[in-house]
């Protein structure tokens, strides 16, 4: 048999109960998988086009659009960008209140990545225990900010609403519960024999290789790169939290979920710093606190939220361009924007995490089995939207 | 009129009739699937914190919910692609359920009830189980799609690789009562012990070894549908698809059956007591009771574990599984002539 | 841009060490010869090189630690008849370098936007140079993969991205 004849081409395609959305096509010799290209782009949704047509304000929920299961990290990094345009800066309260936001959703975007890996190797324990952890910080995001997931709550210059009364104590019972689940998951899952055979050694990333392909988040830092941009070149209230860098030296599977997963109890830990530490204060900058009109004084205060003011809608940065970056959950997201004086952009760019994990796709899942391409897609936590963008 | 009647009645409950159409055969069997499958979604729900199937009757729990999923498979239509090979398309299904049931003919249920007892009743049964995923294969390759061929070909390796050790094992229990009647097995066991503590190593290899043949987590590797989309069964739709899916749990209660038989002390209760020889509904009440069990603990695995790999499953047959049950071989032969000693 | 660059350190107060100083004397000393243009604009520090130099410094920072690239971002500048095209780079593992994001930048013509791939430099611009070709057009040689990323391979037009591609708006009822 000629060497074409023995190669099965597999189209892991659209329509697979474990591709997402986009293609994988795979070429396949008996079990062994020779190579996979990624096939993406069935998502594209044209954001960054699109972004030249709207103005500043309107483009908060275009943003968050594609990365859906981690909202908030990217509406803050463009948010931030945006700021550096205008050259203001949103009070501590505020920037302490994004921080809360933005650790909450690093929470429960682990847990939908945890629970897509588990379901792609067969367990779907896992896969409901962790769309089912997932509900509490997203049922407390509502509390806080009137959406359970597509939140747009960070605007330029501060955020829309304030704390509710009680959610210090539904915080700290939902802290707790979460850190009682957690064993729970080592147990079942984690420690599972049949777990750790499927992913202990699968798909290893070496360290020169991440970084020369410029990968992010997680899988970074599960092969021994301790590259977290909260560190790095820290935001809002990162430079006073207390916190570790969770990195593994491994790069396997393995190592990529308990990155995750130790990721999600530092996140418990901080936020329980966010919120002992918290200070008090206006949740909007003072400029645009005095555009609203003094009727709505009263209001504001009572319900605890701010009217949006109207000069925002036709926002006007100056002419000239910024970048920004922020931790995201599945990574480093970057945001440019460049601004020719007009309310609508003159070129959007976003470079959200997955689109530079995309690579690991074709480097990682190359002579190994059939089996190991649900195992090592769910450990990269790629998520189709946000690559096609 | 009424000798009409009493004449049809006395055919259906004759042994050679009941036990392959009524008990344990057809109709039980498909009671059992209905059951057995929402048994498996009801215990997989109780520990993901949902409910499972809960409104068709609500008050008893959903339990008729198969009813309705099988009468939905009937009304859907069975698609037949246009480039697949129609007769192996339309029948690999039929002869694969078919045969998984085929082999409850030799199984009986009390002392004088079976449709057919010899001295290698054993080696039918396990003779008429192997002959079923050979039609996974036919079923792979007859669908034309790539997804199929590589399902068929997993069962293909999983064929050897299973049967053969659970063979060995079950032989193990045979030298160890000196039989292969399986009405004999029975007797042994009420005056002894049960198989289950007289060769635990043939029981557990045994245990694996269903899981392993009938796809139950962690070994759901033919049908893995994150890898393969649905295996051999990815063209399926209709009532075709209704019976491919049945037919690994058909399979796993006849198995279960002969486990009972072998391990579980087959329809006696606990030794030294017994069944009078001439009672029928109590003995094949606990029969069905104990293999019952032993289904409702292989569908548990589902939420347990994740599955294996082809090559991972097929190491733990070749390297673990079929040296243990050589080993449970040589178990038997010790206790024997510990017996005897 | 120097009034820029002031309140855009003022309002960064605890952020990391104002890039300016320090990172423009680092970057004028690597990319002495290749007649940069450094400034510091809105926290990256840029630098502006000729077309024909841009492979060079590109070497040249990446032997300085700068390891990967964050962006690829292409600009269509119809007014002046120009592309500009951004690289945005960093370093994972050289601490004082990762603080730092530097926008390495040429312009283009817009008529024949071609320039040599970065990828034999930087193996991470691989994906981001397919999107900046098919968005806008650049043409990148020697990139090793000739396909579509995003776009359908069927789509034959106006680059996407480019200011000619007016984004038509559907009413409600289209």
Redesign the interface.
């Given at each position: 048999m000629s060497e074409e004849e023995h190669i099965l081409e597999l189209l892991i395609g659209p329509q697979h109960p474990a591709s997402g959305h986009m293609r994988l096509v795979a070429k396949v010799d008996g079990d062994v998988v020779v190579s996979l290209r990624p096939d993406i782009g069935y998502v594209h949704r044209t954001v960054e086009k699109l972004a030249e047509t709207k103005n500043y304000i309107q483009i908060i929920p275009l943003v968050e659009r594609p990365p859906l299961a981690d909202t908030a990290n990217h509406n803050l990094g463009y948010v931030l960008a945006l700021e550096r345009l205008l050259g203001i800066e949103a009070p501590p309260r505020a920037q302490w209140l994004r921080t809360l936001l933005a650790e909450m959703t690093r929470i429960h975007s682990h847990f939908y990545g945890i629970g897509i890996h588990g379901i792609m190797l067969g367990s779907s324990t896992a896969f409901m225990w962790a769309f089912w952890d997932r509900e509490i910080m997203i049922e407390l995001a509502q509390r806080l900010t009137g959406a359970r997931l597509t939140y747009s709550y960070m605007i330029p210059g501060g955020v829309r609403r304030d704390l509710p009364p009680g959610f210090e104590d539904e915080m700290e019972k939902a802290l707790r519960y979460l850190e009682r689940r957690i064993p729970d998951y080592h147990k079942i899952f984690f420690d599972n024999p049949v777990t750790k055979a499927r992913l202990e050694g699968v798909g290893v990333l070496r360290k020169e290789d991440a970084i020369r392909l410029g990968i992010v988040g997680p899988n970074l830092r599960a092969s021994g790169v301790p590259y977290d941009v909260r560190k790095v070149d820290p935001y809002c209230a990162y430079p006073e939290l207390d916190f570790n860098v969770i990195t593994r030296e491994e790069g396997d599977s393995l190592a990529r979920v308990m990155v995750r997963v130790g990721e999600i109890k530092e996140s418990i830990n901080m936020i329980r710093q966010i919120l002992k530490k918290m200070p008090d204060g206006p949740i909007l900058e003072e400029r645009y606190l005095k555009m609203i009109p003094p009727k709505w004084k009263d209001w504001m205060a009572q319900h605890r939220r701010i009217k949006l003011p109207a000069a925002l809608i036709s926002l006007r940065p100056p002419k000239g361009e910024a970048v920004a970056r922020v931790e995201a959950a599945r990574g480093e997201a970057v945001y440019y924007i460049v601004s020719d004086g007009s309310p609508k952009p003159y070129r959007f760019r976003v470079v959200s995490p997955s689109i530079r994990n995309v690579v690991l796709f074709e480097h990682l899942i190359r002579n190994c089995r059939v089996a190991d391409i649900p195992a090592i897609y769910g450990s990269l936590d790629y998520f189709p939207p946000e690559a096609d963008r | 009129m009424m000798g009409l009647l009493e004449w049809i009645l006395n055919l259906l409950l004759s042994p050679w009739l009941f036990v392959p159409l009524i008990y344990p055969g057809l109709i039980s069997a498909f009671a059992v699937l209905l059951f057995i499958i929402w048994l498996e979604r009801k215990l997989a729900a109780k520990v993901q914190l949902r409910y499972g199937p809960l409104y068709v009757l609500k008050q008893l729990g959903g339990v008729i919910q198969l009813v309705a999923d099988l009468l939905r498979y009937l009304s859907a239509e069975p698609i037949v692609p246009d480039q697949a090979d129609r007769l192996a398309f339309i029948f690999g299904p039929i002869l694969l359920f078919a045969s998984s049931y085929m082999a409850t003919v030799a199984i009986p249920i009390s002392y004088n009830f079976y449709a057919f007892r010899s001295e290698i009743s054993l080696l039918v049964v396990l003779a008429l189980t192997a002959m079923a995923p050979v039609f996974n294969l036919v079923i792979g390759w007859g669908s034309n799609n790539k997804f199929g061929l590589i399902g068929g070909l997993r069962e293909g390796f999983l064929i050897t690789a299973d049967e053969i050790p659970l063979f060995v094992s079950a032989l193990a229990m045979a030298i160890l009562y000196g039989t292969m009647d399986l009405v004999r097995m029975v007797e042994l066991q009420s005056r002894w012990l049960w198989g289950i503590v007289l060769n635990p190593l043939a029981a557990i290899t045994f245990f694996v070894l269903m899981l392993l043949s009938t796809s139950r987590f962690p070994f759901e590797i033919v049908e893995a549908e994150s890898e393969i989309v649905m295996g051999p069964f990815t063209e399926y739709s209709g009532i075709l698809y209704g019976l491919t899916m049945g037919a690994s749990y058909v399979k796993l209660y006849v198995l279960s059956l002969l486990f009972a038989i072998l391990f579980l002390g087959g329809w006696e209760p606990l030794p030294p007591l017994e069944f009078p020889g001439s009672w029928l509904i109590l003995p094949a009440a606990v029969l069905f009771l104990k293999a019952l069990v032993m289904m409702g603990l292989s569908v548990f695995m589902r939420s347990v574990y994740p599955r294996y790999r082809i090559d991972q499953a097929l190491r733990l047959a070749w390297h673990y599984l079929f040296p243990a049950s050589i080993l449970s071989v040589f178990l038997s032969f010790v206790v024997l002539m510990g017996w005897f000693i | 841009m120097a009034s820029?660059s002031e309140?855009?350190s003022?309002?960064?107060e605890?952020?990391?060490a104002a890039p300016s100083g320090e990172a423009e004397a680092l970057l004028s000393k690597v990319l002495e010869g290749l007649s940069p243009e450094i400034s510091t604009?809105?926290?990256?520090v840029s630098v502006k090189v000729p077309p024909d130099c841009l492979k060079e410094a590109a070497q040249r920072l990446k032997a300085a630690g700068f390891?990967?690239?964050?962006?690829v971002?292409g600009?269509?500048r119809p007014d002046s008849g120009e592309i500009e095209l951004?690289y945005?780079v960093s370093s994972?593992?050289d601490?004082k370098l990762?603080?730092w994001?530097v926008?390495l930048r040429t312009t283009l013509p817009r008529d024949d936007p071609e320039t040599p791939s970065l990828y034999d430099v930087?193996?991470?611009?691989?994906?981001?140079e397919m999107?900046q070709r098919e968005?806008l057009g650049i043409r990148f040689s020697g990139h090793p993969d000739p396909r579509?990323?995003?776009?359908?391979e069927s789509y034959k037009g106006i680059p996407?991205?480019r200011k000619d591609?007016k984004?038509k708006?559907e009413g409600i009822n289209a």
């Open positions: - | - | 820029r309140s855009e003022q309002g960064q605890r952020a990391e604009v809105g926290s990256a390891d990967h690239v964050k962006a971002t600009i269509d951004v945005h994972y593992l601490p990762s603080r994001i926008a930087w193996p991470s611009v691989k994906y981001h999107e968005m579509r990323l995003l776009l359908p996407p991205l591609f984004v708006v």
